[in-house]
């Protein structure tokens, strides 16, 4: 069964930074991209911040400039720097291994609390 285990979440102060990480059981090329999505509550769901199998990145408009998704391939990793952080970016942060034309895995999810 693939799994992915988020960790890095925690509560911060307006300003700070935190880095989550996404171990997945897999190659995370066995994904077509792998992304952060968060979840505030009373909100959906949104993409945070993916990274194709090529590479390719994006990042919603939010986060532009703050945020940074990377990954280490060798650790089935992938990472998300967080820096300048601010009371709205707090929410359930969750990573997602992509499949296009099947089914997504996803974390369980880690706490990010920014307080002001």
């Known amino acids: 069964q693939v799994q992915l285990v988020e960790s890095g979440g925690g509560l911060v102060q307006a300003g700070g930074s935190l880095r989550l990480s996404c171990a997945a059981s897999?190659?995370?090329?066995?994904?077509?991209?792998m992304g952060w999505y968060r979840q505030a509550p009373g909100k959906q769901r949104e993409m945070v911040a993916q990274i194709t199998s090529g590479g390719r990145l994006d990042y919603t408009d939010s986060v532009k400039g703050r945020f940074t998704i990377s990954r280490d391939i060798p650790k089935n990793t992938a990472y998300l720097q967080m820096n300048s952080l601010k009371p709205e970016d707090t929410a359930v942060y969750y990573c997602a291994g992509i499949r296009w034309g099947a089914r997504d895995v996803w974390g369980q999810g880690t706490q990010v609390t920014v307080s002001s």
């Open positions: 897999v190659s995370i090329f066995s994904f077509n991209a």
